[in-house]
């Protein structure tokens, strides 16, 4: 009757409570954050117009072009979106993936990302620097997008929210291709990336690609509609799905056709592109390398040996790698460096490791990253000794890395946020700099090109000049060319190899003795060009020589105005010989050199190229001379039409023949224009001087379609295409003083950096039905003798405060029974600043339990006040070391309800404890109820109970009982395919000692309709301190056996069926609706094992009267086992389990049970 009485206002707040997050198991996992550094003591911000950045010390200039880049991009955001968001954005400036990775900032769900995509939580923004400002541009545009997204499709307060996420179900490709297609321009590499996936022959079509790649599918798919309907389009789409929750519907009012309408001509666009650019390329002709990568892992690194006979490579398994070397003749390979782990949860660093081959042949070096501490490893081919050493701290990355000799390096590097040049010396670990600006300078390559020995490298600077530089007016985001310095003039002039304004090139190196490679994606497609660089006369410099012996030089770009004829003796004139570069096309793939690299000794040269979803490496010796034409795809002509530049009569742009790029004529900062002698002469020379600078008057390129393309809803000719006004983005140098029609750069104020001050707010504040153990679920025996007292279902209040960093977080809540008996009341404050977290909890409840049996039952009031102490130190993201010091007490006081009960006294148990723990968990949820991985727990305690009193004097006696206890739980997730997983888990725990806990054995965790088995005997005595329980075991009620110590094992098939039938299906009901098949056994006994005779369960005594008593002994097997079926789903916004399970107890199955509980599934 009571049961029932409860269950009216229970399911009344289930129907009313807001949508909450499912509770987990009670065993406590997770993952870490490790901080290997003091970095992060000191923040610094800025607040400009729309932005809140933050960063700290070595991030100081990555910061500032946050700030500016954020601003020049956030207009043109908005008015693509159509929609604002009332509160800054805050952004968080990270000086390399590794320190962003060590960020205590977001929950480990909120990390689980692929590489390259920017994290977002609430309205922080993650960006970090790994050398390139087009790609942290693209992470600061796709944080701004996803920030506005979250807003626009799920609403800015709490009601839409909730609202919103139970309803709007969108597929994953639409979020992030639509926050990827603002993030960055259709590009070369998504261009190249999508061939292959539609080109391949395991094509399927959008639904498969999206399933295995959602960013590259819907960013495609939105690149699509703005090609075809225009950008303004996208909004429209966005609200038109926000209202009718329903992205077919917003297509079908959007488009006046269906979505599938849409993604059959998205097929035809790209399939049509794809087979007529093929069909004028061909695959690599040269030999394949034949490796064995079964699982196709990432392969970078590719580099062969100076005498062209051996390779290395690295494999990176999503942050595990191996660096192998491999004979070319026999394809012997040997793992040279390992290290790393799978690490599904954050962007994987494919920087590391780097590899480079020492010019004498016999050693390979490989540089990695350890513990945010930067290795350089050399391997002696001969010796076969590996020698290991720290480089310079001052390096905060390296990005690539060259031999000039045995004893001299070349690094691309960052350094205070920029990433330059740099010549290193291993023995003494000195460097020189090469280069001190803020252009990236990227690929850095030892060249020695006939009796010129320099350095080529990538940068996106808009001229030939070095000179220090810091950033100021001017965002270095435009396309990278080739540069060649000269080691041996050390001129602070570089030559200027390419000059492409809609073209990028990478990866130079020596080919042979005199020519040198790089690829160019001017064609559309990443493909090799040659070149060699040659001597010319750049210029002429007039040399007047006067009577008195004095001499003055008149450069190219000066005149003299006014000359005195007789003072002049001599004029004369001098050639200015300067190199140049001239290039040619090599080769015309059909798919995009990844890497290259090359023997100049053999001219052999080695390529790393993508196709038909593997990595494929190839070598071989090509014709160095051969000049192939380089047709452009339909991608890259549609590119140079939209930004005006000339096109010859077919429309089509070709690479052919020799470009020759001459520099004009410029002063070099060496050259001075003082006479040789100072000495006053008494004349004045009026020079007239050209600006070294060109004065472009070129209007901003417009984004407009070129190429005839299929629309779903109706016809259209080239006429009809939606163009756009300006374009969705800009990829010139931008600078403060900016043409007409283009953004002012926003003006970074240094007097407005300010330093960050510890500030919180609140995360989050919930209210919800519960019935959970907190704490560990520890009763006290003496105040429920007559077995374990299971919470009821309460309601939960809980709010949750954290500072900007989420450093430090407090939580704090409270938990009213629905029976309004046992409240409870809970505080813990956590500072993870430091790598050793810290955690302070504190708990506290009180509760009344009225005795059964007798005329006049008993009452008593329990109270526990529990407090706790604990530290953990991450051993890496998956293991850490715990610790848990608590102090805990239980007072029993009966209430007087005869003269019996008010002679009893108060009881006072005080217990100090100490918990030791290794905790490891790589597990990734693929779905709610859904993992993937493994997870696993040792532990160790001991409880040392004392006695500490107040009443005359101050006494403290510990002789009063000792607890040790010894445990486990070991968990692992299968996937069976991409749906359905097998859960297995096997736990178990003993405690010893002259005070023991007892399990209880039977039913499920936060069983909403707890039932206690009493006809199972229970060990009596003192030396029972606790009683808990040890879920789970299904088709029994609870304290189907007990002691103190039992072994658990579970298995499930976890299956959601209807995502089978329907993917796309809305329903958050149906969606997550599992069909659960389940088994259990387990055990639980008192002393040294299960049959032992100590062993209470197979006596039972019969009493009668005060003078009968008989003790039966009889056979029960200790092994208890069920199985059954079982039902989960999310409804009213919580995760309900339903199962139906047969016991087996001494071989006979029993009747069975029927459980409902909240929450999730071990």
């Given at each position: 009757?009571?049961?029932?009485?409860?269950?009216?206002?229970?399911l009344?707040?289930?129907?009313l409570?807001?949508?909450?997050?499912?509770q987990?198991s009670?065993?406590k996992?997770?993952k870490?954050?490790?901080q290997?550094?003091?970095?992060?003591d000191?923040w610094?911000q800025?607040?400009?117009?729309?932005f809140i950045t933050?960063?700290y010390g070595?991030?100081r200039?990555?910061?500032q072009?946050?700030v500016q880049?954020a601003e020049?991009?956030f207009?043109?955001?908005q008015?693509v979106?159509e929609?604002r968001?009332?509160?800054?954005?805050q952004i968080?400036?990270?000086?390399?993936?590794t320190?962003?990775k060590?960020?205590n900032?977001?929950n480990?769900?909120?990390?689980?990302n692929?590489?390259g995509?920017?994290?977002?939580?609430?309205?922080?923004?993650?960006?970090?620097?790994?050398?390139?400002h087009?790609?942290?541009?693209?992470?600061?545009?796709?944080g701004i997008a996803?920030?506005?997204?979250?807003a626009m499709l799920?609403g800015a307060?709490?009601?839409?929210i909730?609202?919103?996420?139970?309803?709007?179900?969108?597929?994953?490709?639409?979020?992030?291709g639509?926050?990827?297609?603002?993030?960055?321009?259709w590009?070369?590499?998504?261009?190249n990336?999508?061939?292959d996936?539609?080109?391949s022959?395991?094509y399927e079509?959008?639904?498969k690609?999206?399933?295995?790649n959602?960013?590259?599918?819907?960013h495609?798919l939105w690149?699509?509609?703005?090609e075809?309907y225009?950008i303004?389009t996208?909004?429209?789409?966005l609200?038109?799905t926000r209202?009718?929750?329903s992205?077919?519907?917003?297509?079908?009012?959007?488009?006046?056709?269906?979505l599938?309408?849409a993604?059959?001509?998205?097929?035809?666009?790209f399939?049509?592109?794809?087979?007529?650019?093929?069909?004028?390329?061909?695959?690599p002709?040269?030999?394949?390398i034949?490796f064995?990568?079964?699982r196709?892992?990432?392969v970078s690194?590719l580099?062969i040996?100076?005498?062209?006979?051996?390779i290395?490579?690295v494999?990176n398994?999503i942050?595990?790698?191996k660096v192998?070397?491999q004979?070319?003749?026999?394809?012997?390979?040997?793992?040279?460096?390992?290290?790393?782990f799978?690490?599904?949860?954050?962007?994987?660093?494919?920087?590391?490791p780097l590899?480079?081959?020492n010019?004498?042949?016999q050693?390979?070096?490989?540089?990695y990253?350890?513990?945010?501490?930067?290795?350089?490893?050399?391997?002696?081919?001969?010796t076969h000794?590996?020698?290991v050493?720290?480089?310079?701290?001052?390096y905060?990355?390296i990005?690539?890395f060259?031999?000039?000799?045995?004893g001299?390096?070349l690094f691309?590097?960052?350094v205070?946020g920029?990433?330059?040049?740099?010549l290193?010396?291993p023995?003494?670990?000195?460097s020189?700099?090469?280069?001190?600006d803020f252009?990236d300078?990227l690929d850095?390559?030892?060249?020695k090109?006939?009796?010129?020995?320099g350095?080529?490298?990538a940068?996106n600077?808009?001229?030939?000049?070095?000179?220090?530089e810091?950033?100021?007016?001017?965002?270095?985001?435009?396309?990278?060319d080739?540069?060649?310095?000269?080691?041996?003039?050390?001129?602070?002039?570089?030559?200027r190899?390419t000059?492409?304004?809609?073209?990028?090139?990478?990866?130079?190196?020596?080919?042979?003795?005199s020519r040198?490679?790089?690829?160019?994606d001017?064609?559309?497609i990443?493909?090799?060009?040659?070149g060699?660089l040659?001597?010319?006369?750049?210029?002429?410099?007039?040399?007047?020589?006067?009577?008195?012996?004095t001499e003055?030089?008149?450069?190219?770009d000066?005149t003299?105005?006014?000359?005195d004829?007789?003072?002049?003796?001599?004029?004369?004139?001098v050639?200015?010989?300067?190199?140049?570069a001239?290039?040619?096309p090599?080769?015309?793939y059909n798919?995009?050199?990844?890497?290259?690299?090359?023997a100049p000794?053999?001219?052999?040269i080695?390529?790393?190229?993508f196709?038909?979803g593997?990595?494929r490496?190839?070598?071989g010796?090509?014709?160095?001379?051969?000049?192939?034409?380089?047709p452009?795809?339909?991608?890259?002509?549609?590119?140079?039409?939209?930004?005006?530049?000339?096109?010859?009569?077919?429309?089509?742009?070709r690479r052919?023949?020799h470009?020759?790029l001459?520099?004009?004529?410029?002063r070099?900062?060496?050259?001075t224009d003082?006479p040789?002698?100072k000495?006053?002469?008494?004349?004045?020379?009026?020079?007239l001087?050209?600006?070294?600078f060109?004065?472009?008057?070129e209007?901003s390129?417009?984004l407009?379609?070129?190429?005839q393309?299929i629309?779903p809803?109706q016809?259209?000719?080239?006429e009809d295409r939606?163009?756009t006004?300006?374009?969705?983005?800009?990829?010139?140098?931008?600078?403060?003083s900016?043409r007409?029609?283009e953004?002012?750069?926003y003006r970074?104020?240094?007097?407005r950096i300010?330093?960050?001050?510890?500030?919180f707010?609140?995360d989050?504040?919930t209210?919800?039905m519960?019935?959970?153990?907190?704490?560990?679920?520890l009763?006290?025996?003496?105040?429920?003798?007559d077995?374990?007292?299971?919470?009821?279902?309460?309601?939960?209040l809980?709010?949750?405060?954290?500072?900007?960093?989420?450093?430090?977080?407090?939580?704090?809540g409270v938990r009213?029974?629905?029976?309004f008996n046992?409240?409870?009341?809970?505080?813990t404050v956590?500072d993870?600043?430091?790598r050793?977290d810290?955690?302070f909890?504190?708990?506290r409840?009180?509760?009344?339990f009225?005795?059964e049996?007798?005329?006049v039952?008993?009452r008593?009031?329990?109270n526990?006040?529990?407090?706790?102490?604990g530290?953990?130190?991450?051993?890496?993201?998956?293991r850490?070391l715990?610790?848990t010091a608590t102090?805990?007490?239980?007072?029993?006081?009966f209430?007087?309800?005869?003269?019996?009960s008010l002679?009893k006294?108060?009881s006072?148990?005080?217990?100090a404890g100490?918990?030791?723990?290794y905790v490891?968990?790589?597990?990734l949820?693929?779905g709610?109820?859904?993992?993937?991985?493994?997870?696993y727990?040792l532990?160790?305690?001991?409880?040392k109970?004392?006695?500490l009193?107040?009443k005359?004097?101050i006494?403290?006696d510990?002789n009063?009982?000792?607890?040790g206890?010894?445990?486990?739980?070991?968990r692992?997730?299968?996937r069976?395919d991409?749906?359905?997983?097998?859960?297995l888990?096997?736990?178990?725990?003993?405690?010893?000692?002259?005070?023991?806990?007892?399990y209880?054995?039977?039913?499920?965790?936060?069983w909403?309709?707890?039932?206690f088995d009493?006809s199972?005997?229970?060990?009596?005595?003192?030396?029972?301190?606790y009683?808990?329980l040890?879920?789970?075991?299904?088709g029994f009620?609870?304290?189907i056996r007990?002691?103190n110590?039992?072994l658990l094992?579970n298995?499930?098939?976890?299956s959601?069926v209807?995502?089978?039938f329907?993917p796309?299906v809305?329903?958050?009901?149906?969606r997550?609706?599992q069909v659960?098949?389940f088994?259990d056994v387990g055990?639980?006994?008192?002393?040294?094992s299960?049959?032992?005779?100590?062993?209470?369960?197979?006596?039972t005594?019969?009493t009668q009267?005060?003078?009968v008593?008989i003790?039966?002994t009889y056979?029960?097997d200790?092994?208890v086992?069920?199985?059954?079926?079982g039902v989960r789903?999310?409804l009213?916004?919580y995760f309900v389990?339903a199962?139906y399970g047969?016991g087996?107890?001494?071989?006979?199955?029993?009747?069975?049970k029927?459980y409902?509980?909240?929450g999730?599934?071990?």
């Amino acid at each position: 009757m009571r049961k029932q009485i409860y269950f009216i206002p229970v399911l009344s707040l289930c129907l009313l409570a807001s949508a909450v997050t499912a509770q987990v198991s009670q065993v406590k996992f997770g993952k870490n954050r490790v901080q290997y550094h003091r970095d992060f003591d000191e923040w610094s911000q800025y607040e400009s117009d729309n932005f809140i950045t933050y960063w700290y010390g070595v991030g100081r200039n990555v910061g500032q072009f946050v700030v500016q880049m954020a601003e020049q991009d956030f207009a043109q955001i908005q008015s693509v979106l159509e929609h604002r968001v009332n509160e800054k954005l805050q952004i968080i400036v990270y000086a390399d993936l590794t320190d962003l990775k060590q960020s205590n900032i977001g929950n480990e769900e909120a990390f689980t990302n692929t590489a390259g995509q920017t994290k977002i939580v609430g309205n922080k923004v993650f960006v970090h620097f790994n050398g390139d400002h087009n790609d942290l541009r693209r992470q600061i545009r796709e944080g701004i997008a996803s920030a506005y997204l979250e807003a626009m499709l799920f609403g800015a307060n709490l009601q839409e929210i909730v609202q919103n996420a139970v309803m709007l179900n969108l597929p994953p490709w639409f979020k992030q291709g639509l926050v990827a297609y603002i993030g960055e321009p259709w590009n070369t590499e998504l261009d190249n990336e999508l061939r292959d996936a539609m080109l391949s022959e395991d094509y399927e079509g959008f639904d498969k690609l999206a399933e295995e790649n959602p960013k590259l599918a819907g960013h495609s798919l939105w690149y699509f509609v703005g090609e075809n309907y225009g950008i303004a389009t996208l909004s429209n789409l966005l609200y038109l799905t926000r209202i009718n929750r329903s992205i077919d519907l917003g297509v079908v009012y959007a488009f006046g056709s269906p979505l599938e309408t849409a993604l059959q001509a998205w097929e035809v666009f790209f399939l049509q592109r794809y087979r007529i650019d093929a069909s004028m390329r061909a695959m690599p002709e040269l030999q394949p390398i034949p490796f064995k990568n079964k699982r196709n892992l990432p392969v970078s690194q590719l580099k062969i040996s100076p005498n062209g006979q051996q390779i290395a490579f690295v494999t990176n398994e999503i942050g595990k790698y191996k660096v192998y070397l491999q004979h070319l003749g026999d394809n012997e390979k040997k793992v040279l460096l390992k290290g790393g782990f799978r690490n599904a949860f954050q962007a994987t660093d494919y920087n590391y490791p780097l590899v480079a081959w020492n010019p004498n042949g016999q050693e390979v070096a490989v540089i990695y990253e350890k513990r945010d501490i930067i290795k350089l490893l050399t391997y002696n081919l001969t010796t076969h000794k590996k020698e290991v050493s720290e480089l310079a701290p001052d390096y905060q990355r390296i990005f690539s890395f060259d031999y000039i000799n045995p004893g001299q390096m070349l690094f691309s590097a960052e350094v205070q946020g920029y990433s330059d040049i740099f010549l290193y010396y291993p023995v003494t670990r000195q460097s020189q700099r090469i280069t001190q600006d803020f252009y990236d300078d990227l690929d850095a390559s030892y060249v020695k090109l006939g009796r010129k020995k320099g350095i080529l490298f990538a940068s996106n600077r808009p001229d030939s000049i070095l000179k220090p530089e810091r950033l100021d007016s001017i965002l270095p985001i435009g396309p990278k060319d080739i540069f060649f310095y000269n080691l041996e003039t050390e001129s602070p002039e570089l030559v200027r190899v390419t000059h492409t304004p809609f073209a990028d090139e990478r990866q130079p190196v020596q080919a042979d003795s005199s020519r040198f490679a790089y690829i160019s994606d001017q064609s559309g497609i990443f493909n090799r060009e040659l070149g060699y660089l040659e001597e010319y006369v750049h210029h002429y410099n007039q040399i007047i020589v006067f009577k008195d012996g004095t001499e003055i030089k008149i450069n190219a770009d000066s005149t003299l105005a006014d000359l005195d004829m007789e003072t002049v003796d001599t004029i004369f004139t001098v050639p200015v010989v300067k190199d140049r570069a001239v290039t040619h096309p090599n080769t015309n793939y059909n798919r995009n050199i990844l890497e290259q690299h090359a023997a100049p000794r053999k001219s052999r040269i080695t390529e790393l190229i993508f196709n038909q979803g593997a990595y494929r490496m190839y070598y071989g010796d090509p014709e160095m001379s051969t000049n192939i034409e380089q047709p452009a795809t339909i991608f890259s002509t549609q590119q140079s039409e939209a930004a005006g530049r000339q096109k010859n009569s077919e429309g089509k742009h070709r690479r052919e023949g020799h470009q020759v790029l001459e520099e004009s004529p410029s002063r070099n900062p060496s050259e001075t224009d003082l006479p040789a002698e100072k000495q006053d002469t008494g004349m004045v020379y009026n020079f007239l001087f050209q600006s070294e600078f060109e004065v472009d008057e070129e209007q901003s390129p417009t984004l407009q379609q070129s190429v005839q393309v299929i629309r779903p809803a109706q016809d259209s000719t080239a006429e009809d295409r939606p163009t756009t006004s300006r374009p969705l983005f800009q990829t010139r140098a931008l600078s403060l003083s900016s043409r007409s029609g283009e953004p002012a750069i926003y003006r970074f104020r240094p007097g407005r950096i300010t330093p960050y001050r510890l500030q919180f707010r609140t995360d989050f504040v919930t209210t919800q039905m519960d019935n959970s153990l907190l704490f560990d679920g520890l009763d006290s025996y003496q105040a429920n003798p007559d077995g374990f007292n299971y919470p009821p279902m309460g309601i939960l209040l809980k709010a949750n405060f954290k500072d900007l960093f989420e450093d430090y977080e407090i939580e704090g809540g409270v938990r009213i029974p629905t029976t309004f008996n046992g409240t409870e009341y809970f505080l813990t404050v956590q500072d993870k600043k430091k790598r050793l977290d810290k955690i302070f909890a504190i708990y506290r409840r009180n509760q009344r339990f009225i005795g059964e049996g007798t005329i006049v039952p008993t009452r008593r009031e329990v109270n526990v006040l529990l407090g706790q102490f604990g530290v953990r130190y991450p051993l890496d993201i998956f293991r850490s070391l715990r610790a848990t010091a608590t102090l805990r007490r239980d007072r029993i006081m009966f209430l007087a309800t005869d003269d019996q009960s008010l002679k009893k006294p108060v009881s006072n148990e005080q217990r100090a404890g100490l918990r030791l723990e290794y905790v490891f968990d790589n597990t990734l949820d693929m779905g709610v109820n859904l993992k993937n991985g493994s997870r696993y727990k040792l532990y160790a305690e001991i409880v040392k109970r004392f006695e500490l009193g107040f009443k005359e004097r101050i006494t403290l006696d510990f002789n009063k009982g000792f607890m040790g206890v010894l445990g486990f739980d070991a968990r692992h997730y299968q996937r069976l395919d991409k749906l359905s997983i097998l859960a297995l888990r096997v736990s178990g725990a003993t405690s010893f000692g002259s005070e023991k806990i007892l399990y209880s054995l039977g039913g499920v965790d936060n069983w909403l309709f707890y039932n206690f088995d009493k006809s199972i005997p229970t060990p009596g005595g003192e030396d029972i301190a606790y009683v808990t329980l040890a879920p789970n075991l299904r088709g029994f009620s609870s304290n189907i056996r007990n002691g103190n110590t039992h072994l658990l094992l579970n298995a499930e098939l976890r299956s959601p069926v209807f995502r089978y039938f329907a993917p796309r299906v809305r329903s958050s009901f149906l969606r997550n609706f599992q069909v659960v098949g389940f088994f259990d056994v387990g055990t639980a006994w008192v002393g040294n094992s299960p049959y032992s005779s100590e062993n209470p369960l197979n006596t039972t005594t019969f009493t009668q009267g005060d003078l009968v008593s008989i003790k039966v002994t009889y056979f029960r097997d200790p092994i208890v086992a069920g199985y059954g079926v079982g039902v989960r789903s999310t409804l009213f916004g919580y995760f309900v389990r339903a199962d139906y399970g047969w016991g087996i107890e001494t071989r006979k199955v029993q009747k069975p049970k029927f459980y409902v509980a909240f929450g999730t599934d071990f």
